[in-house]
T-cell receptor, first 115, second 117 residues
Framework: NAGVTQTPKFRVLKTGQSMTLLCAQDMNHEYMYWYRQDPGMGLRLIHYSVGEGTTAKGEVPDGYNVSRLKKQNFLLGLESAAPSQTSVYFC???WGGGGRTDTQYFGPGTRLTVL | AQKITQTQPGMFVQEKEAVTLDCTYDTSDQSYGLFWYKQPSSGEMIFLIYQGSYDEQNATEGRYSLNFQKARKSANLVISASQLGDSAMYFCAMRVEDGGSQGNLIFGKGTKLSVKP
């Protein structure tokens, strides 16, 4: 039981390049999330999904796209990377029913640098 | 709109002493959940404790307790008997909870706790 995994762990891009971050969870969770964390800031929600085939915008969605073709995977894409997207990206998942047992489980993070 | 405020950017505590990390929140919703997460230097986010807005008792999980004062909209984390391994960033977060649906987590900016030997 690996929980939430993220690929890759580190990546350096040049401005204008594209890339996809992969998140996978083996807990059969319905909800999945992508956050970014910048120095001195908490986590900010980029996009989320409440089930296979669904996606929705979070607080800071501009410059990112997502897809949830399979329940266990949630992909985050950067079509044309910008230095402002240098950040640590976290994926999380939860079952979505609310309450005490509905905590979000986080992946280890991906450190992305855009030059 | 919901908002979480953590006013202490950094805190120091002596090993074996207790420490309180402050968190205030703002929401007009009646049903919500409050969370604390720990982020050690290795970077992972670790869930510590949860408090529901209708819970009458303060939540406790081992050495962690949540001092929930609903009227003051505060949800402070108390760590008893601090250990060196408690040195980390701590984030307070809130989620609106409305029956079968739920909102997304809103995070504060965090408090960096340093435990001194």
């Amino acid at each position: 039981n690996a929980g939430v995994t993220q690929t890759p762990k580190f990546r350096v891009l040049k401005t204008g390049q594209s890339m996809t971050l992969l998140c996978a969870q083996d807990m059969n969770h319905e909800y999945m999330y992508w956050y970014r964390q910048d120095p001195g800031m908490g986590l900010r929600l980029i996009h989320y999904s409440v089930g296979e085939g669904t996606t929705a915008k979070g607080e800071v969605p501009d410059g990112y796209n997502v897809s949830r073709l399979k329940k266990q995977n949630f992909l985050l894409g950067l079509e044309s990377a910008a230095p402002s997207q240098t950040s640590v990206y976290f994926c999380a998942s939860s079952w979505g029913g609310g309450g005490r047992t509905d905590t979000q489980y986080f992946g280890p993070g991906t450190r992305l640098t855009v030059l | 709109a919901q908002k979480i405020t953590q006013t202490q950017p950094g805190m120091f505590v002596q090993e074996k002493e207790a420490v309180t990390l402050d968190c205030t929140y703002d929401t007009s919703d009646q049903s919500y959940g409050l969370f604390w997460y720990k982020q050690p230097s290795s970077g992972e986010m670790i869930f510590l404790i949860y408090q529901g807005s209708y819970d009458e008792q303060n939540a406790t999980e081992g050495r962690y307790s949540l001092n929930f004062q609903k009227a003051r909209k505060s949800a402070n984390l108390v760590i008893s008997a601090s250990q060196l391994g408690d040195s980390a960033m701590y984030f307070c977060a809130m989620r609106v909870e409305d029956g079968g649906s739920q909102g997304n987590l809103i995070f504060g900016k965090g408090t960096k706790l340093s435990v001194k030997p």
